[in-house]
């Protein structure tokens, strides 16, 4: 009904193979930025932005970390937690040991070294499928969780076994520690956010993305083409590790401030991130955000609902909300396994043939 | 420019041997595939046919004998080599990436003629866009070449069997081979249907100078259309030669067509 | 016998007795993997929600054991038909993935209900197990083993070989066996699918309930008991998705191996490497065996 | 896609003294060389040329064919689908001053001999290898025919016909290499392009005799193409999607002339299978169909919306409704009130809006139908939705325009006023006569008949019977040799009556017979998707076309139709007598292939009535039923038999309701 695409014809392959080849959709994401550039850093506050948008932010950067394996490469994993672990504390031992260093380096070097990590995780890929596989890296989630607990290199030996993240700071204004001021992490937090989603997006409409979804939708045929199997899959585990490790930086020094690595990282992560793919869409990068946003806003919903309107106990509702939780995946599961980016792409489909039904 | 001459030996089985935990799948089979020719192997089901095909491109390893392409022998190569050495296949039980569109699958058949890094990718500059537009185009030719302009960007998982295994051909055809392999291209098609893929077959054979190794149950449609025919039977080499000198072979007639015609 | 063997022995010991835990646990996964083909990952809270039930039975109406197990089955029974009429039936045919989230739901179903019902804090089961050292091992080999273990054995054997009877002798039992390999087949012995995939989880949910007893009784009924449920997972690698030989041999592989490991080689690299242990071992198996211990070599076909 | 020049925003751009088509393109190659002047959807995209690319492709053309031979007053055939190469021969072959002669590209072999030879064709530009076969097939029966150029060389590769044979490209090549050599011909052929030269050939299809080649000059289409281009302000921006046979009058003016001289892009669609894609991408600004597209589109909208959830459906009827309530009085620029032009709006965003940009209609500013009569719900419905559709009345004779319907004064049953630079008046006997810059120079060959058409001071007979109504406006009544009179001497005429039938969904062609009989009957051909369609919804099991018409319910549906056109008639004093009191539903849908259509899809009343003799007869006596053995040609070319049994059926009459009025 909104589109109007007659007229929108392309006269060249780049038009056509632009990623929002519809003008409607490009106008759309200018409006998204436009608000989330425009309007949201002057109305936001602390609680605002630590109790929805920097989560959001983060677990976008982690979900489509994850997608990218799961969802386009066909590799299950169960040890986002324990990837997000290595980002964050690659980022807070760099921190620590060159202070004075520019924070976007720091997450991007946090990123490369929890894709080496990821990759050297990634090795058993080669020979296990499926399940098997997804249970192999829950050995990488306990793992490495349990390393960030017992070598005290790793948290500078500090008394807590915590890791709190020093001040940093992006071209001279401060993004981690006590004193940010919460529009300053936001647009941060979000221009990263933004521009690896893009780069999400070019990696999978060119041949390495194909070469993963070849690997997901038949391995065999796959290599038998030229796909070569080993390259691909610890290409996907590495790029999607860089992701997460690059979640786990954010996540740990700009939303949390600092962390524990059983509370952080444990395994509810994992399945926290998981769960935002498969509700989001899986192979979607848009699903990845829709995903993020829901499990994020969905637990703050019903705590809002149940404790401050039906004036429930805060842990009986806790306990509510965990069941509601698993009944929601359940009935969405159920309605649309595809998740919310198929729900968004079949109003859409209907939209543009509106009034028709198809 | 009309269909090339047929020219030298471009494929050799020498003395294939292969069998699976004692069984035997195929037993000292030798033949050989000359260039720009359309050639043929058929036999009943289990004859064998398909276990030749996967030695041929590596897939199975022959326990005895050796495979010369291109005049290069080997008894051992890991899969995807075979695709950088210019094989290209299709599959009896359709193998497409069934979540990708057309264009993706096709597009996935040139994986191996694009160079750019994953950085030059990601950023989607320089030489990555360069290579997808300029691939786009080649594939846009096959899509063209094999009528499957109204489903370029359909998921092939939608699409109707037929179309299916034409997309199939299309991502083989993607990677230029010099050899095709096809794994009975016309299984489960209606006689309409067969038609068409016998003329997309010659087709290719004839505007691309593909050499073509082709298998099939169905003799009829293979006759018609193929240089040279390799008849197995049970693992075991029956019969080589034109059509003409295999339709009168009598062990064929009695292995094969005997049965055919009963 | 020496000081060290003693050790040794006792280790090995302790580790087959948590063994027989993860084996219950990987047994609740095989049976029902084997049966429908999902991956149950709700069977670690279904340990949980079953000895809740059990004690939350026993404390709140006072009932004595016996009769507080027989309802907890009947329980059981019941969350299996309202899983099955709610979540199964409408993913049939889904991908496998689909259906493993939708257990992962159900986990998180199962915990707040069960936390909702019967509250969160640590709970103690008594169902009367002895406690405390085997007094003859420890007077006349001068080994130390729990009675609660010996009692985990015996029962889990027990249970077993139950199972193994009830599989081999009885209707549903073959209907069971048959549904494994082909679904057709299962439909020509005479019962319905569903039905078939109610009684598999109510056999999976007793033997979550045995499972959640004994390590109830161990160290309390507390959320903790769904994750060391995880545990069965690397048995489930070890020893096959689809053979139950395989989980109750990989259980006590897992379970010695990471005693060993815990005692021997844990205090170099400081400790608690319980957690990850299993895992590993799993994992480095595999690369050397990906089929698993009683898996048959797949050969590929195109 | 907004151009600089300013000159292109409200007025075409000054065409100075360029008056040939050749002229023109190097005009706009010229002055506005990169705006886009043509595309096809090629490989995935709609492949552009600009002016100067077009004309440079056109400059090799034009040497090619000069170097293969074709010289001054030679006849270049050219058959195919509307693609861009063949497009670009025909003005090629203007440049040398050769003739293009379109046929039409579903012509079978035998059809094209008689062209061939009668235009005497030395060179034909052909699409594919369908063409070429066809070509190769004649070729020994038509000895003139020396080159043909292929466009697809697919499947051609292996054609052994040295020396006959030549893709566009060699074409091309060939002239790249004669315009090495010889510089400065091109030039100089575009610039010995007179006016009052030869530009095009046509053959009209005729209903009766063989076609003929009508001779139309550039001052022809030119002086024709401006006018319409001023009259309704068409400028360089529009878009035009070329899809209708290029063998028809119209493709010329409207996709080749009016392009040229107002400077506007011609789209070339995919495939004839996927005209409403394209369609539907392009979003044309300047539409011209002939009313059974029109027609089918429609039907397709309602057969889509019968799926559509019950809400939906509610909603769309409601505002259709309104639509029809409002919309062409909007459009009229009529006064209506502020609330029901706000449920317009409303429409508008919800249906009217969604629905063109669905059919590809959203950005039209002027849709032209023409050729036959239009049904007024159909027409009426496109205008409600705010498309400005309007009826041009033209021949191929006139450079198609005779009469236009001018803007806010648009009718369902007239054709217009005169267009600009046309006088038109009504002879005595009631035959509608013309008189513009646009009649043809002659029928090629055949002077008789040209002198029986023109007459000496420029007049053309168009054939038809009409007269002008209070307003000025022209109305056809049918051609003139076809009205008759009835034996009471009433008069009856056939084509009113059988336009009045078609315009129900249900009725797909109709013959009417009636002149020297004492009443008017009819031969129906129900329309096969709308009725199937309907039997499907009632469960009704049929086996094809023959077996459906037999039924009893479908001629329950058509009794209805025709008894509603009688009422109608009743209402006229001049046509009251014409009711239809018989008539019958075909076995057999009528066909060109069997000669009973032309090519354009219209009745070959003479015909029908010799080969079905029988069954009109039967309309006439009293029989009320007959059987019919009928020879008929398949679509692959095997001929067969069909044997059937026809009911003969009555309608009911009315009585004069009203006497008639004054004047």
């Given at each position: 009904m909104l589109y109007r695409e007659s007229g929108q014809f392309k006269t060249s392959y780049p038009a056509d193979q632009a990623i929002f080849p519809i003008v409607q959709d490009r106008w759309g994401l200018i409006a998204v930025l436009v608000v989330a550039y425009g309007v949201v850093p002057f109305l936001i506050d602390d609680y605002w932005s630590n109790a929805v948008l920097l989560p959001f932010l983060c677990y976008a950067m982690a979900a489509l970390g994850l997608n990218i394996l799961v969802g386009y490469c066909g590799q299950i994993s169960l040890g986002t937690g324990g990837f997000m672990a290595v980002g964050a504390y690659a980022a807070y031992k760099i921190m620590t040991t060159f202070p004075n260093l520019d924070f976007i380096p720091v997450v991007l070097a946090a990123g490369l070294i929890t894709a080496a990590v990821g990759v050297l995780f990634g090795l058993p890929s080669l020979r296990i499928k499926g399940f098997y596989l997804a249970v192999a890296t829950l050995a990488a989630q306990f793992f490495l969780v349990w390393v960030f607990n017992k070598f005290?290199?790793?948290?500078?030996?500090?008394?807590?076994?915590?890791?709190?993240?020093?001040?940093?700071?992006?071209?001279?204004?401060?993004?981690?520690?006590?004193?940010?001021?919460?529009?300053?992490?936001?647009?941060?937090?979000?221009?990263?956010?933004?521009?690896?989603?893009?780069?999400?997006?070019?990696?999978?409409?060119?041949?390495?993305?194909?070469?993963?979804?070849?690997?997901?939708?038949?391995?065999?045929?796959?290599?038998?083409?030229?796909?070569?199997?080993?390259?691909?899959?610890?290409?996907?585990?590495?790029?999607?590790?860089?992701?997460?490790?690059?979640?786990?930086?954010?996540?740990?020094?700009?939303?949390?401030?600092?962390?524990?690595?059983?509370?952080?990282?444990?395994?509810?992560q994992s399945f926290l991130v998981l769960f935002m793919i498969i509700i989001g869409g899986l192979g979607s990068i848009l699903g990845s955000f829709l995903g993020a946003a829901f499990m994020v806003l969905m637990p703050i919903l019903l705590k809002n609902v149940m404790v401050d309107s039906l004036g429930m106990a805060a842990v009986t509702a806790k306990h509510v909300e965990i069941l509601l939780m698993g009944v929601l995946i359940i009935f969405f599961l159920i309605v649309e396994p595809h998740g919310l980016a198929r729900l968004w792409q079949i109003m859409k489909e209907k939209l543009r043939l509106w009034p028709f039904p198809y | 420019m009309a269909r090339q001459p047929i020219g030298d030996v471009l494929l050799k089985a020498d003395n294939i041997s292969l069998s699976f935990g004692g069984v035997k799948a195929l037993s000292n089979i030798s033949f050989d595939v000359r260039e720009h020719e359309l050639a043929a192997i058929i036999g009943p089901n289990g004859a064998g046919k398909s276990s030749m095909l996967n030695v041929i491109n590596g897939f199975y390893h022959p326990q005895q004998g050796q495979i010369t392409f291109k005049g290069q022998t080997r008894s051992r190569m890991k899969v995807h080599q075979a695709a950088v050495q210019g094989i290209a296949r299709t599959f009896q039980n359709i193998a497409l990436f069934k979540g990708m569109s057309v264009l993706d699958n096709l597009m996935t058949g040139r994986n191996l003629k694009m160079h750019s890094t994953m950085l030059e990718q990601?950023?989607?500059?320089?030489?990555?866009?360069?290579?997808?537009?300029?691939?786009?185009?080649?594939?846009?030719?096959?899509?063209?070449?094999?009528?499957?302009?109204?489903?370029?960007?359909?998921?092939?998982?939608?699409?109707?069997?037929?179309?299916?295994?034409?997309?199939?051909?299309?991502?083989?055809?993607?990677?230029e081979p010099s050899l095709l392999l096809l794994d009975e291209p016309m299984a489960g098609m209606n006689l309409e249907e067969k038609e068409d893929m016998c003329r997309f077959v010659l087709d290719v054979n004839e505007e691309f100078g593909t050499t073509i190794v082709l298998i099939e149950h169905d003799m009829g449609v293979v006759m018609d259309i193929s240089d040279r025919v390799t008849v197995l039977d049970y693992g075991r080499l029956l019969a080589v030669g034109t059509p003409d000198e295999v339709r009168n072979n009598q062990e064929v007639i009695d292995a094969y067509l005997g049965v055919a015609n009963d | 016998m020496s000081q060290d063997l003693m050790f040794l022995t006792e280790t090995v010991i302790s580790?087959?007795?948590?063994?027989?835990?993860?084996?219950?646990?990987?047994?609740?996964?095989?049976?029902?993997?084997?049966?429908?083909?999902?991956?149950?990952?709700?069977?670690?809270?279904?340990?949980?929600?079953?000895?809740?039930?059990?004690?939350?039975?026993?404390?709140?109406?006072?009932?004595?054991?016996?009769?507080?197990?027989?309802?907890?089955?009947?329980?059981?029974?019941?969350?299996?038909?309202?899983?099955?009429?709610?979540?199964?039936?409408?993913?049939?045919?889904?991908?496998?993935?689909?259906?493993?989230?939708?257990?992962?739901?159900?986990?998180?179903?199962?915990?707040?209900?069960?936390?909702?019902?019967?509250?969160?804090?640590?709970?103690?089961?008594?169902?009367?197990i002895p406690q405390g050292a085997w007094d003859w091992g420890l007077d006349n080999l001068n080994l130390y083993v729990e009675k609660l273990e010996i009692v985990a054995a015996v029962t889990a054997g027990l249970l077993v070989a139950v199972l193994a009877i009830f599989f081999q002798k009885t209707r549903v039992g073959r209907a069971l066996r048959a549904v494994a390999d082909d679904h057709q087949a299962a439909l020509s012995v005479g019962i319905s699918l569903r039905s078939i995939w109610v009684i598999v989880w109510t056999v999976a949910g007793i033997v979550a309930l045995v499972a959640g007893v004994m390590w109830g009784s161990k160290s309390g009924v507390q959320f903790s008991l769904s994750l060391i449920a995880l545990k069965a997972l690397p048995v489930l690698i070890l020893g096959g998705f689809t053979s139950v030989p395989g989980a109750i041999i990989g259980g006590l592989i897992i379970g010695v191996g990471e005693k060993l490991a815990e005692v021997y080689v844990g205090p170099f690299v400081g400790g608690a490497i319980e957690n990850w242990f299993a895992y590993m071992l799993a994992l480095a198996f595999l690369l050397f065996r990906p089929q698993g211990l009683f898996g048959e070599k797949i050969i590929e076909r195109v | 896609?907004?151009?600089?020049?300013?000159?292109?925003?409200?007025?075409?751009?000054?065409?100075?003294?360029?008056?040939?088509?050749?002229?023109?393109?190097?005009?706009?190659?010229?002055?506005?060389?990169?705006?886009?002047?043509?595309?096809?959807?090629?490989?995935?995209?709609?492949?552009?040329?600009?002016?100067?690319?077009?004309?440079?492709?056109?400059?090799?053309?034009?040497?090619?064919?000069?170097?293969?031979?074709?010289?001054?007053?030679?006849?270049?055939?050219?058959?195919?689908?509307?693609?861009?190469?063949?497009?670009?021969?025909?003005?090629?072959?203007?440049?040398?001053?050769?003739?293009?002669?379109?046929?039409?590209?579903?012509?079978?072999?035998?059809?094209?001999?008689?062209?061939?030879?009668?235009?005497?064709?030395?060179?034909?530009?052909?699409?594919?290898?369908?063409?070429?076969?066809?070509?190769?097939?004649?070729?020994?029966?038509?000895?003139?025919?020396?080159?043909?150029?292929?466009?697809?060389?697919?499947?051609?590769?292996?054609?052994?016909?040295?020396?006959?044979?030549?893709?566009?490209?060699?074409?091309?090549?060939?002239?790249?290499?004669?315009?090495?050599?010889?510089?400065?011909?091109f030039q100089h052929c575009v610039a010995e392009t007179r006016g009052d030269q030869f530009a095009i050939m046509l053959y009209t299809s005729g209903t009766t005799g063989n076609p003929k080649g009508v001779l139309l000059t550039h001052d022809n289409l030119v002086i024709t193409g401006r006018n319409g281009v001023e009259q309704e302000g068409l400028t360089a921006d529009e878009e035009v999607l070329a899809y209708l046979p290029m063998a028809w009058v119209g493709d010329n003016l409207f996709s080749v002339t009016q392009s040229y001289v107002a400077g506007f892009c011609v789209n070339c669609p995919e495939s004839t299978d996927t005209v409403m894609t394209d369609m539907r991408e392009i979003g044309p600004t300047y539409y011209f169909a002939p009313p059974r597209v029109y027609e089918n589109l429609l039907t397709q909208v309602i057969i889509r919306m019968e799926d559509a959830s019950a809400v939906k459906?509610?909603?769309?009827?409601?505002?259709?409704?309104?639509?029809?309530?409002?919309?062409?009085?909007?459009?009229?620029?009529?006064?209506?009130?502020?609330?029901?032009?706000?449920?317009?709006?409303?429409?508008?965003?919800?249906?009217?809006?969604?629905?063109?940009?669905?059919?590809?209609?959203?950005?039209?500013?002027?849709?032209?139908?023409?050729?036959?009569?239009?049904?007024?719900?159909?027409?009426?419905?496109?205008?409600?939705?705010?498309?400005?559709?309007?009826?041009?009345?033209?021949?191929?004779?006139?450079?198609?325009?005779?009469?236009?319907?001018?803007?806010?004064?648009?009718?369902?049953?007239?054709?217009?006023?005169?267009?600009?630079?046309?006088?038109?008046?009504?002879?005595?006997?009631?035959?509608?006569?013309?008189?513009?810059?646009?009649?043809?120079?002659?029928?090629?060959?055949?002077?008789?008949?040209?002198?029986?058409?023109?007459?000496?001071?420029?007049?053309?007979?168009?054939?038809?019977?009409?007269?002008?109504?209070?307003?000025?406006?022209?109305?056809?009544?049918?051609?003139?040799?076809?009205?008759?009179?009835?034996?009471?001497?009433?008069?009856?005429?056939?084509?009113?009556?059988?336009?009045?039938?078609?315009?129900?969904?249900?009725?797909?062609?109709?013959?009417?017979?009636?002149?020297?009989?004492?009443?008017?009957?009819?031969?129906?051909?129900?329309?096969?998707?709308?009725?199937?369609?309907?039997?499907?919804?009632?469960?009704?099991?049929?086996?094809?076309?023959?077996?459906?018409?037999?039924?009893?319910?479908?001629?329950?549906?058509?009794?209805?139709?025709?008894?509603?056109?009688?009422?109608?008639?009743?209402?006229?004093?001049?046509?009251?007598?014409?009711?239809?009191?018989?008539?019958?539903?075909?076995?057999?849908?009528?066909?060109?292939?069997?000669?009973?259509l032309t090519r354009t899809r219209k009745v070959r009343r003479n015909f029908i009535a010799e080969r079905y003799e029988d069954l009109v007869n039967a309309l006439y006596d009293s029989r009320s039923a007959v059987d019919v053995d009928l020879e008929v040609k398949f679509e692959d070319g095997r001929t067969g038999r069909l044997l059937a049994k026809v009911e003969i059926q009555d309608a009911e009459v009315y009585g004069v309701t009203e006497l008639r009025k004054a004047g």
């Open positions: 005290g290199w790793f948290y500078n030996y500090n008394a807590t076994g915590q890791i709190t993240a020093p001040p940093a700071s992006v071209f001279g204004t401060l993004v981690t520690g006590a004193h940010t001021h919460p529009a300053v992490t936001y647009l941060f937090c979000l221009s990263f956010v933004a521009l690896f989603a893009l780069v999400a997006k070019n990696l999978v409409r060119n041949r390495v993305g194909r070469s993963w979804m070849a690997i997901r939708d038949m391995d065999i045929a796959a290599e038998i083409i030229g796909v070569r199997p080993l390259t691909t899959k610890l290409s996907a585990f590495a790029v999607s590790s860089f992701y997460v490790g690059m979640a786990g930086a954010l996540y740990f020094a700009v939303w949390l401030g600092s962390a524990e690595p059983t509370e952080a990282f444990g395994i509810d | 990601a950023v989607y500059w320089g030489r990555a866009r360069r290579e997808e537009l300029e691939h786009r185009g080649k594939v846009e030719e096959i899509i063209d070449f094999l009528n499957l302009e109204s489903v370029r960007k359909t998921p092939v998982g939608r699409l109707p069997y037929g179309i299916q295994k034409r997309v199939e051909l299309g991502r083989a055809l993607a990677a | 580790g087959l007795m948590a063994g027989v835990m993860y084996s219950l646990v990987a047994l609740g996964f095989v049976l029902i993997f084997k049966a429908s083909g999902v991956f149950n990952f709700a069977q670690g809270v279904m340990c949980l929600f079953a000895a809740l039930t059990l004690v939350g039975l026993m404390e709140t109406f006072d009932l004595p054991g016996w009769v507080a197990v027989i309802l907890t089955v009947a329980v059981m029974a019941g969350v299996a038909w309202i899983i099955e009429w709610a979540v199964l039936r409408h993913l049939v045919n889904q991908d496998p993935i689909i259906l493993f989230m939708a257990t992962i739901g159900l986990a998180y179903v199962l915990e707040g209900v069960g936390d909702l019902v019967w509250g969160s804090d640590v709970k103690v089961l008594n169902l009367g | 896609m907004a151009m600089p020049e300013p000159s292109t925003t409200a007025h075409p751009p000054a065409v100075g003294d360029a008056d040939t088509l050749p002229k023109l393109l190097l005009q706009h190659a010229r002055n506005r060389p990169n705006s886009p002047a043509m595309r096809e959807k090629a490989f995935g995209i709609w492949q552009t040329w600009s002016w100067a690319e077009m004309a440079d492709e056109i400059r090799r053309l034009v040497c090619g064919l000069k170097a293969l031979g074709l010289e001054s007053g030679d006849k270049l055939a050219v058959v195919g689908d509307n693609r861009p190469r063949l497009y670009w021969s025909m003005v090629a072959a203007q440049c040398v001053g050769a003739i293009p002669v379109p046929l039409y590209q579903d012509s079978v072999a035998a059809e094209m001999i008689y062209i061939l030879n009668d235009a005497d064709i030395r060179f034909a530009v052909v699409e594919d290898q369908e063409q070429v076969d066809k070509l190769l097939e004649v070729k020994d029966r038509c000895p003139q025919l020396e080159q043909i150029i292929y466009d697809d060389i697919r499947g051609l590769r292996d054609y052994a016909h040295a020396g006959l044979l030549h893709s566009i490209a060699e074409l091309q090549t060939l002239g790249r290499d004669y315009d090495r050599e010889h510089p400065d011909f459906r509610k909603v769309f009827h409601y505002f259709m409704e309104v639509a029809r309530k409002f919309g062409s009085r909007i459009l009229d620029g009529e006064q209506v009130d502020f609330m029901d032009r706000m449920k317009y709006r409303i429409g508008n965003a919800l249906i009217y809006g969604p629905l063109k940009n669905v059919l590809g209609f959203s950005r039209i500013k002027l849709a032209f139908t023409a050729g036959e009569a239009i049904g007024p719900d159909i027409f009426e419905f496109y205008r409600s939705l705010g498309i400005n559709v309007k009826q041009l009345y033209g021949q191929t004779e006139a450079t198609v325009f005779i009469c236009v319907q001018p803007n806010g004064q648009v009718r369902a049953d007239t054709v217009g006023v005169p267009a600009a630079g046309v006088e038109v008046k009504i002879s005595d006997d009631g035959e509608v006569l013309y008189r513009s810059p646009g009649v043809f120079h002659s029928y090629y060959k055949n002077d008789k008949s040209t002198r029986s058409t023109k007459t000496e001071d420029g007049w053309v007979l168009t054939g038809d019977a009409g007269f002008f109504d209070d307003e000025g406006h022209l109305r056809i009544i049918d051609r003139a040799k076809d009205v008759g009179k009835l034996t009471s001497g009433a008069m009856f005429a056939p084509k009113y009556l059988e336009n009045k039938l078609k315009f129900f969904p249900q009725v797909k062609e109709v013959v009417a017979f009636g002149d020297g009989r004492d009443f008017a009957a009819v031969f129906v051909n129900i329309d096969l998707d709308a009725v199937g369609n309907w039997a499907e919804r009632q469960n009704m099991a049929y086996t094809g076309y023959t077996d459906l018409a037999a039924r009893p319910e479908i001629a329950k549906m058509v009794r209805e139709c025709v008894e509603k056109v009688n009422a109608d008639l009743a209402e006229d004093s001049r046509l009251s007598a014409s009711q239809i009191r018989r008539f019958l539903i075909l076995p057999k849908e009528l066909d060109a292939d069997d000669g009973e």
